[in-house]
């Protein structure tokens, strides 16, 4: 009985993200009218400029937030796990966690509203567009790297790097010899787990871009307001492939590793 | 060295983060105008005194118009009907997962999990194609003969909920597993040794232990679903009221900043609450 409601929750999960593959292939432009195998729309898709340059932006943005937002979850995480007692120990707690939760209209809004504050006080940022998504996103990622970071440390051995300063190690040392590899596979989920986040926000980047900065989510969005577009299966599919390769790969070399 | 290592993210967060609601607060405070950008100033300085006008007036405005009280009582009630249908979903799912053989625990898990990765838009889009009037849902009932004519499907408030389930159902399940695997299993063998029948031992052991995982888990869903834009947008018809769109349409469409600001600051007043119940439900000061 459990085990059914188990079976039916993950077929739930998993058939709509089927539909858009099956779809792709198909000849018919009525996306849900089956009109034959075909892959006329992979063709479609790579020749369309505006989703090649949206997507070549969006790459860009999400690699550098993604890489932002580890460096900062990572600082977050050691002060909160590390330092015991200081002062904003609370205040940081509570940023760190809010933006996992926080509605992304507000984000997006209040963060606009930030920058165009900035600009008339201090005239940084000029205008708005790629630094200012990459900002937006990088703060909301952050949240999302520290929770991934957070239990990482939590699960790292002490003693090893107390030996490490005993045998004389200075702090810097210690981390970059002790800490950091311990931390490895926690900063390459947190990178992914942002760079994702990224590649995915419609909203935030609606509010924070300026003109000629469009993403890929924001040409999607705007594409499939309209209805279904056959172009938009096919990139559907594509994602769900490299996801796919991705998460195999890394369950490989996990086990790989493990024997 | 040390003092560095939690200055830089308190800073950067500050800046970017809580900043931004200090702006917001002003803002939502000023009067709109017809400039660039859209609003007033809050303070003047004229003949060396400084003058600090607060206006009310959007907050008035938004007890005025019924349009978005409505908005946030249905939005709320969106955002519960979807959050308990996640956990009655969830529930069984994490059960099951917190109870397989650890070697499958894992699998189960990334099977969870997997769907995160690929593109939540897409996956909202993907529901498009499915409830659509010509869509596969329609088209498979009416060659089962279950159905005579298409259903109204899509731009209902039913695809709205059918969309947030299907996208927070993660964030449901992972703080369930989290408690529900923490679960000492010897309890239920005891509670069964002294004669409970399964449903008493659920109702009376796993239940109440699994509470952290039940409130942070629902939390999660709630507090993002009450400002859901995008899957209201898809899915949802005219008649759909959410307070994330009608925010966004008071900034996209009639570029009124100061109200769309009064909306955000009403919209997170009314989820402190949530917000700190999740907080608690995760362990206190961190």
């Known amino acids: ?259 | 060295m040390r003092r560095l290592v939690a200055l830089a993210p308190l800073l950067w967060l500050g800046l970017f983060f809580l900043a931004p609601f200090a702006v917001l607060l002003k803002i939502s405070l000023s009067e709109p105008a017809i400039a660039q950008p859209p609003y007033l100033p809050l303070a003047e300085w004229a003949d060396g005194i400084a003058t600090v006008t607060l206006n009310l007036g959007n907050y008035i405005f938004l007890g005025e118009d019924p349009l978005y009280l409505l908005s946030y009582l249905s939005s709320a009630r969106i955002a519960a009907v979807s959050t308990l249908i996640t956990l009655l979903i969830g529930y069984p799912m994490a059960y099951v997962i917190a109870r397989a053989r650890p070697g499958r625990q894992g699998v189960l898990l990334m099977l969870v999990i997997l769907p995160f990765w690929t593109s939540f838009l897409l996956r909202v889009y993907a529901w498009i194609g499915i409830l659509k009037g010509n869509g596969i849902l329609n088209n498979l009932l009416l060659w089962l003969g279950l159905i005579d004519a298409p259903l109204v499907l899509i731009q209902t408030e039913l695809a709205v909920h059918l969309g947030i389930v299907y996208t927070y159902l993660p964030f449901m399940i992972l703080p369930l597993y989290a408690s529900l695997s923490r679960l000492d299993g010897a309890l239920l063998e005891a509670a069964a040794d002294l004669g409970a029948r399964p449903l008493t031992t659920f109702a009376t052991v796993t239940l109440p232990l699994s509470r952290p995982g039940i409130v942070a888990g629902s939390m999660l869903v709630f507090i993002p679903a009450v400002g859901e834009y995008v899957i209201p947008a898809l899915l949802g018809g005219p008649d759909t009221l959410m307070i994330g769109s009608v925010l966004w349409n008071e900034f996209f469409l009639n570029r009124d900043w100061p109200v769309a600001s009064a909306v955000a600051i009403v919209m997170v007043v009314v989820l402190a609450l949530p917000i700190a119940v999740l907080r608690r439900a995760q362990g206190g000061d961190a």
Do not use: C
Not at chain 1, 75 to 86: M, P
């Open chain 1, 1 to 259: 009985m459990i085990r059914l409601a188990a079976t039916l929750g993950f077929a739930f999960l998993y058939a709509p993200i089927l539909s858009l593959v099956v779809y792709s292939f198909n000849e018919s432009r009525l996306v849900t009218v089956w009109g034959g195998f075909s892959t006329r729309w992979y063709g479609a898709l790579l020749a369309d400029e505006q989703i090649l340059d949206a997507a070549l932006i969006s790459l860009q943005v999400a690699v550098a937030s993604a890489t932002i937002a580890t460096v900062i979850g990572t600082l977050a995480s050691l002060a909160l796990a590390r330092h015991g007692r200081f002062r904003g120990r609370f205040l940081l707690g509570g940023m760190v966690t809010a933006p996992l939760v926080m509605p992304e209209v507000v984000v997006g809004l209040s963060l606009l509203l930030l920058f165009v504050a900035m600009e008339q006080a201090v005239g940084w940022p000029a205008g708005r567009g790629f630094v200012t998504i990459v900002i937006a996103h990088a703060t909301f990622g952050a949240a999302f790297a520290a929770v991934v970071i957070q239990a990482r440390i939590g699960a790292l051995d002490r003693a090893t790097e107390e030996a490490a300063a005993d045998l004389g190690a200075g702090p810097v040392r210690v981390f970059l010899d002790v800490t950091l590899p311990g931390l490895a596979p926690a900063l390459v989920s947190a990178w992914l787990l942002a760079f994702t986040l990224s590649l995915d926000d419609v909203v935030i980047a609606s509010f924070v871009t300026g003109p000629g900065a469009s993403t890929l989510p924001m040409v999607i969005f705007s594409k499939v307001r309209l209805g279904v577009s056959p172009e938009v299966n096919a990139l559907a599919t594509l994602v769900i492939a490299v996801v796919s390769l991705a998460t195999g790969l890394a369950a490989w070399q996990t086990m790989r590793t493990r024997r």
